[in-house]
């Protein structure tokens, strides 16, 4: 039998905290309110913002405005209930980097709750930039609608 991961050796505190400062995709940490509480390097990579910068700004400064108010009323009820639809799905949205730039980015959630209660102590997003596929998947999109339009004219 293994042990449960925050029993066995290799995974103490500090080494799981190492892993999260390392690891190639970005993790962010929001308290119930939205504000920042960890932000790893690859973090700082993808959206520009050093760690310093970011603690305690409100996730805000990575979602593009038009879809604050959206994400702000989802982030809520999350954080209401307890339940999130993105812990098992991958969810691809657009972001912003601190230069303004748009970003796609790809992620997933997890919910940090003490045993028996449904709202959650903070929120970790796993996160990475999938602009380049998105800009790929975009351009297919286009050159696949302008040669149907062809195939299309020429038919007729």
Known sequence: MIDP????????????AELFANLADAVIIADPEGSIIYWNASATRLFGW?????????????????????HNKGYAKVMITGHTDYGTKLL???AVHKDGSGLSIAFTVSLIAKPGQAAPLAIVAVL??????????????TELAALKRTTHEEAD
Do not use: Y
């Open 50 to 70: 050093s760690h310093e910068d970011a603690l305690g700004q409100s996730l805000d400064i990575i979602i593009p405005e038009r879809l604050r108010a959206r």
């Open 128 to 141: 990475r930039d999938e602009t380049a596929r998105w800009l790929e998947r975009r351009a297919m999109k």
């Open 5 to 16: 991961p925050h029993q066995h050796p290799v995974l103490s505190d500090e080494r799981l």
């Open 92 to 94: 691809e949205v657009p």
